[in-house]
């Protein structure tokens, strides 16, 4: 339903989070972009939310962390080759309390927020 509701506004963002300005309840954010890894790995990432929300990455759902909850983190991984890989990350916030945030890794490294510049998105 995110994906067919009618759009309210349209923003260019620097990372995946909530920007603080939302209503404060019954609301979904889509963010779309292309995602731009520096080398062939296995990448790992965590998606936390409150209420629900989902990763897509070259069109494989990575992180599944859908439905009605309180703050929660979930985690998948996907190898990925250097380049750009399309994703989309949905958030849906019904009421009560409110949170997102994506971090990653690569291999056994340490979990941090997605870099800035790897996050792009496509000229409209």
Do not use: C
């Not at 920007?19 to 731009?36: A, H, M, S, T, V």
């Not at 990448?43 to 494989?60: I, K, M, N, P, Q």
């Not at 250097?82 to 009560?96: E, I, M, N, W």
């Amino acid at each position: 339903a995110l994906d067919t509701a009618p759009v309210i506004r349209e923003a260019i963002v620097q990372e995946i989070a909530r920007r603080g300005d939302e209503r404060p309840e019954r609301y979904g954010i889509r963010f779309e972009g292309f995602l731009r890894v520096p080398a062939d790995d296995l990448y790992e990432f965590a998606l936390t939310s409150d209420d629900g929300s989902t990763l897509t990455v070259a069109g494989r759902l990575v992180v599944d962390n859908d439905d009605l909850h309180g703050a929660e983190e979930k985690t998948g991984m996907i190898a990925l080759r250097r380049g750009l890989h399309p994703f989309v990350v949905r958030y849906a916030q019904a009421t009560g309390g409110a949170e997102l945030s994506l971090r990653m890794r690569r291999g056994d490294g340490a979990w941090q927020p997605v870099p800035r510049d790897w996050l792009l998105h496509a000229p409209r």
